[in-house]
């Protein structure tokens, strides 16, 4: 409760347009594009699962994707990667957490090669050789050679690198060929999310990284929340986030080490933005559940959205207060007035639920009132929320409080351009449909687990 007295830039990451430049990461932390980074995919088995010397025994498989095997050894080789590239550390318990997520990325890789097979796509050896020497570049080493010397001496495979960085590139053809074509932004859609940008204005938007772990099977929801777990823990104890974001996530941000840019409140399903909205600047977010699976977040800066005067904006609040007598189990109570704010979408279905869920509470309604004239901390508070967006209960003399938005007038802002507001929609939409296309691929194949 709030106490008021206080894929490398030749991954298709958005549509129509590149992205920036990848967070500061440690020296690997940069291998280029979703897969390149995710394909350092993993915690590293190190010295354990180093590549066996030739003759000693026969390779061993760890899994089949449509009669194509991955061996021991490019698990192994692509675990020493991860670890190199994210800092995370290389014990028994990373390596038993994190390995299957390792092992999903490089069957997500062979499906990715196959799918460009099928279409004809050809990734040339002077492409691979050109990302690695980009890599190169941006790890300031002064040429491929040294860069390959360095990798090796790191314990990492160059080749488990460069079998990384084809898939990547394989699957950006294969987006590009079939997937973007399909992508249509209609004028309506443009003015629908202008309209919500001014509306916005005054509130504040994050700049936010992300990783996200999908969940294609409810069976496998747990391992999902365990392994978003366990990065978060490994993250807080030091671990580069923008590294592993690269390695781990599956959004197509992971190109750009989870990058999300400026996100505005209301950009997000609702139960990952009112979170986002009590998660302070600088603190990584717990694994918060969404629609296709699980977010953490990091919010590294906040600003609030051009548009006009803030505190010109106008707003109507609705204000339920219900009082704690003597003896009373405040966090129970608490919990129980944060859930009906929780659950209520407008000042109407508030009070209502109020009056059905809290006895002895009272409700009010505030006319329209300039933010400017509320005193600093209340506006400071409700200008953060949507309409129809409650805040978490306040402590007050009188009980505890929850406050709402019932209407929002924004005065006259700019826009941003069309273009950009269509890339931006395009961008997401891109994003959705290739996890959804891998998501097939994924389901349609023969795929035999052997590790």
Same mark, same amino acid.
């Given at each position: ?14 549509? *129509? ?59 192994? @080789? ?27 990325? #490089?069957?997500?890789?062979? /499906? ?42 790191? *314990? ?69 929340h365990q392994l978003a777990d366990k990065l978060v823990g490994e993250i807080t104890h030091g671990a580069n986030f923008a590294a592993v974001a690269q390695q781990f996530s599956q959004s197509a941000t992971a190109a750009a080490g989870g990058d999300m840019g400026w996100v505005q409140q209301g950009q997000l399903e609702p139960a990952l933005d009112r979170a986002l909205q009590r998660l302070p600047t600088g603190q990584v977010s717990v694994p918060l559940r969404g629609a296709g699976g699980y977010y953490i977040f990091l919010v ?6 051009? *548009? ?25 109570? *608490? ?22 869920? /809290? ?28 309409? @129809? ?10 009980? #505890? ?11 006259? @802002? ?12 395009? @961008? ?24």
């Amino acid at each position: 409760m709030i106490q008021l007295s206080r894929r490398s830039a030749a991954a298709v990451l958005a549509f *129509g347009l590149t992205l920036g430049t990848s967070l500061a990461t440690p020296a690997l932390a940069q291998l280029a594009g979703p897969r390149t980074a995710a394909a350092t995919n993993g915690m590293a088995l190190g010295p354990r699962l180093a590549a066996q010397p030739q003759g000693q025994q026969e390779e061993r498989i760890v899994a089949v994707v449509n009669d194509e095997a991955i061996s021991q050894t490019d698990l192994a @080789g692509r675990m020493r990667l991860a670890i190199v590239n994210t800092g995370l550390p290389d014990t028994p318990d990373v390596e038993q957490k994190l390995k299957p997520q390792v092992l999903r990325l #490089l069957i997500d890789e062979k /499906l990715e090669l196959q799918e460009a097979k099928k279409q004809n796509l050809v990734v040339t050896d002077e492409e691979v050789d050109r990302e690695f020497a980009r890599l190169a570049k941006q790890n300031k080493a002064p040429s491929p050679e040294s860069f390959a010397a360095n990798l090796e001496r790191e *314990g990492v495979p160059v080749a488990a690198l460069k079998d990384q960085m084809r898939a990547n590139i394989a699957w950006n053809k294969v987006v590009q060929r079939r997937i973007r074509p399909t992508i249509q932004v209609s004028d309506e859609e443009i003015d629908s999310r202008t309209s919500r940008i001014i509306a916005n204005a005054g509130k504040p938007e994050y700049l936010l990284t992300e990783i996200f772990i999908s969940v294609d099977n409810p069976k496998l929801d747990q391992d999902a929340h365990q392994l978003a777990d366990k990065l978060v823990g490994e993250i807080t104890h030091g671990a580069n986030f923008a590294a592993v974001a690269q390695q781990f996530s599956q959004s197509a941000t992971a190109a750009a080490g989870g990058d999300m840019g400026w996100v505005q409140q209301g950009q997000l399903e609702p139960a990952l933005d009112r979170a986002l909205q009590r998660l302070p600047t600088g603190q990584v977010s717990v694994p918060l559940r969404g629609a296709g699976g699980y977010y953490i977040f990091l919010v590294r800066d906040e600003r609030t959205v051009t *548009g006009g005067d803030p505190a010109d904006i106008q707003v109507s609040v609705g204000q339920v207060v219900v009082p704690v007598p003597p003896g009373t189990d405040v966090q129970a109570l *608490g919990q129980a007035v944060k859930k009906v704010g929780d659950t209520s979408h407008s000042c109407e279905a508030l009070a209502a639920a109020a009056k059905a869920n /809290l006895p002895g509470s009272t409700t009010r309604a505030q006319p329209m009132t300039r933010l400017g004239d509320i005193p600093g901390e209340l506006s400071k508070l409700i200008g953060r929320l949507g309409v @129809g967006q409650a805040t978490d209960p306040l402590e007050t003399q009188a009980g #505890l409080m929850l406050l709402m938005v019932c209407d929002r007038k924004v005065p006259e @802002g700019s826009a941003p351009p069309r273009d950009q507001v269509a890339n931006m929609i395009g @961008g997401e939409r891109m994003d959705m449909l290739q996890r959804r296309n891998l998501r097939d691929l994924r389901r349609a194949a023969t795929i035999d687990i052997r590790s």
